[in-house]
Every structure is written in structure tokens, then in C-alpha cells.
């Protein structure tokens, strides 16, 4: 296994005694990362709460997760152990304001693109233990993919604990926080594109005569298994490829057919623009 993947997940549980997990901003991703840490066994339903910004949201948070939220979480920061940020870059000023009281040796683990460990820890003037993860949408059927990285007072420790976090909705990587504006372009914009062209596949498939539910089911598992041969084998996707194309066959026409409208650049240049945007939205 490479090293830098999360360790398997085990029991017991990640936090110390008599402490509490918090999600704030109970969306999405914020009520799939509970739900996987609690599917895992990684905590308790009795340890966890959550944070959102309308009762609404809240009362449907408690039912399908069985754990108190609020839209007031001030009181459950006392025993605070872990804080997981889950919201829009832009409210990052805001949430901070909320997280005074927080105890100090408590860990912040922020999922918001394009904030720095650095930032997000001038904003909260504190040296609580910060760790920056990045994740995508995947997460919510258990296929996520997340790096994670620790900021100036995050231990080892501290960003093991993360990768466990992550582990338990998909791979988890950990790496350097340079890094981060890619990785998020890549993977956490990633399954947009993804959709994308597997979307233009199955039109392309409509197009020469199939029905549309069979071409879509053709091209999703098309998709997945040539993505799992990628990790299984360790094979370059050159190389893979090339398995497949024979000489004079109808897979290098249409491979040729991609290189003719520029596939490749295409796709870089959608990288280096998400790229590029990433880097302005944690500065406002």
C-alpha cells in the first residue's frame, strides 16, 4: 500500500473521552462525512452534532442521522475534540466568529477550497491544531477521493486522524498543501468533468441507435471499470490503452477521432482555469 494512503479503519474510536465531533454546515458533504465516521464506528451517535444554518435543516439532519444539531452550536464547542468546517469559502469570516470557546487543543479540519491552513488559523488567532482536507462528491456512495494536509501546529498525529476521518468515504491521501489548488481542480471538480463526458458518451451512443438507459448503463460501468484497472494494476493508462486498440481497428479511428479535437488540451486547460479560479476564492 503506498504510504501515503490512509491506514485501514479501526475501532475505537477517534476521539478522547468524554469528547464531541462537530459538523458545521450540515449539507452534503457535511452529512455524508458524519455519516460515513459513524457507519465506520470511528464515533459515537451521542458524540456527534451538528451546526446549520436553518431549523429546517436541522430537524432533518436529527432524523436521518439520529444525533442533535443546532443552529446555535455555541453550547456543544465546550467538549469540542474535533471540528469539521463545511462550508462555502466565502462564509469562512463568519463560521469563524462562531467557533469562540472552542478549547484549545481541539482540531479544526476545514474542507473549504482555496483556504490555507494559514489563513484559516490567523482567523481563529488561536494555535488549535488545523488540518486542510479536500474532497469530492463521490464521498457519498463511499468512492470519495480526499488529500488532507496539517497546518503549522497540526501534528502527525493530528493528520492521521484525518486520513481515518476520510477513509471512511473513500482514499485518502496525504500530501503538501502546495499542492492543494491542483487537487482541487483535479479531483474535487473532478467528477463534473467526469460527468461530463460520460454524459457525451451516452449521447453518442443515442446517436448511433442505442436506448438511452442501456448507453448510459454502458458508459457509467465502462467508466468505473476502466478506473479501477488504473488503481488495481498500477498500469500506466497508456499502457492499458494499448491493450485494447488493435492495429486498424475501430478503437484507434475513434481515438483518432479525439486527438483530431484536441481531447487533450481541452481537459488541461479546464485544470489550469479551475486551477487558477481556486486560488482566488479563500483571498475575499
Known amino acids: 500500500m503506498d504510504p501515503n494512503l490512509a491506514p485501514p479503519i479501526l475501532a475505537p474510536s477517534i476521539l478522547a473521552s468524554g469528547r464531541t465531533l462537530g459538523i458545521v454546515g450540515a449539507g452534503v458533504m457535511g452529512t455524508t462525512i458524519a455519516r460515513g465516521l459513524l457507519d465506520a464506528g470511528l464515533v459515537g451517535r451521542r458524540q456527534v452534532w451538528a451546526g446549520a444554518k436553518t431549523e429546517a435543516t436541522c430537524e432533518e439532519v436529527s432524523r436521518v442521522l439520529e444525533i442533535e444539531a443546532a443552529t446555535d452550536y455555541g453550547p456543544y464547542l465546550t467538549d469540542a475534540g474535533v471540528v469539521v468546517l463545511c462550508v462555502k469559502p466565502k462564509q469562512v469570516g463568519l463560521v469563524v466568529e462562531s467557533l469562540k470557546g472552542l478549547p484549545p487543543d481541539a482540531m479544526v479540519v476545514t474542507i473549504l477550497a482555496g483556504v490555507t491552513t494559514e ?89 448511433v441507435g442505442l436506448p438511452r438507459d442501456l448507453a448510459l448503463e454502458l458508459v457509467a460501468q465502462t467508466m468505473l471499470g476502466a478506473a479501477r484497472m488504473v488503481q488495481d ?30 481531447i487533450r488540451s481541452v481537459l488541461a486547460r479546464a485544470i489550469e482555469e479551475s486551477t487558477r479560479i481556486v486560488g482566488n476564492l479563500g483571498k475575499s
Open 233 to 262: 494494476t498500477g498500469r500506466h493508462p497508456a499502457a492499458l490503452r494499448d491493450d485494447v486498440t488493435t492495429p486498424a481497428g475501430c478503437t484507434i479511428g475513434g481515438l483518432m477521432v479525439m486527438e483530431d479535437g484536441k
Open 119 to 207: 489563513r484559516l488559523q490567523g482567523l481563529l488567532g488561536t494555535d488549535n491544531p488545523v488540518v486542510r482536507a479536500m474532497t469530492n462528491t463521490p464521498c457519498v456512495v463511499g468512492q470519495g477521493m480526499t488529500a488532507v494536509c496539517g497546518g503549522r501546529t497540526a501534528t502527525a498525529a493530528h493528520v492521521a486522524a484525518a486520513q481515518r476521518m476520510f477513509a471512511a468515504v473513500g482514499r485518502c491521501v496525504s500530501t503538501d498543501e502546495a499542492y492543494f489548488n491542483a487537487i482541487t481542480a483535479m479531483s474535487g471538480s473532478g467528477p463534473a468533468y467526469a460527468y461530463l463526458i460520460l454524459e457525451a458518451l451516452a449521447d453518442a451512443g443515442v446517436n
